[in-house]
């Protein structure tokens, strides 16, 4: 089995295309410096707004916890006001309904002892009858 082995020429310098890294590349040229200090100067920015940032959050923090502290301290006196008249309310209706459902219940109470007692005497006079 024969194969081809060949390996493509290389192209000359006419037909490789200006996109082409190698096509800008001359090695008899010196490279140019590497830019550091833009690049420097860039991470300090960087770094500086990170910094700006960082604080702006913080502060932003600091003002949301301080709300929620002077929210928290304000709204249990509020509550325990609002709590309170509820309650005040509630137990005035559970008393005025004991004081109407006592009445009854005493009544009712009297009435039951009254038949006991009743029950008690007749089957008392049963008994000496015998």
């Given at each position: ?9 290389p192209k000359?310098?006419?037909e ?9 590349l001359n ?6 410096t590497f830019p550091?200090?833009?690049?420097i100067?860039?991470?300090?920015a960087?770094e500086?707004g990170e ?9 932003q923090m600091?003002?949301i916890m ?7 301290d ?6 325990i006001?609002?709590?309170?008249n509820?309650?005040?309310d509630?137990l005035?209706?559970?008393?005025e309904?004991e004081r ?7 009544e ?11 029950s008690?005497?007749s ?8």
């Amino acid at each position: 089995m024969d194969v081809d082995q060949t390996t493509p020429s290389p192209k000359p310098a006419a037909e490789k295309t200006s996109s082409d890294p190698a096509a800008r590349l001359n090695i008899h040229e010196p490279f140019g410096t590497f830019p550091a200090a833009n690049l420097i100067d860039e991470y300090v920015a960087h770094e500086e707004g990170e910094d700006e940032f960082i604080k702006k959050v913080l502060l932003q923090m600091f003002d949301i916890m301080l709300e929620l502290k002077i929210w928290s301290d304000c709204r249990p006196k509020a509550e325990i006001e609002k709590f309170a008249n509820a309650m005040d309310d509630k137990l005035k209706l559970i008393e005025e309904k004991e004081r109407e459902q006592g009445m009854s219940l005493w009544e009712r109470a009297r009435q039951n002892l009254v038949a006991f007692v009743a029950s008690i005497q007749s089957a008392l006079a049963a008994l000496r009858n015998l």
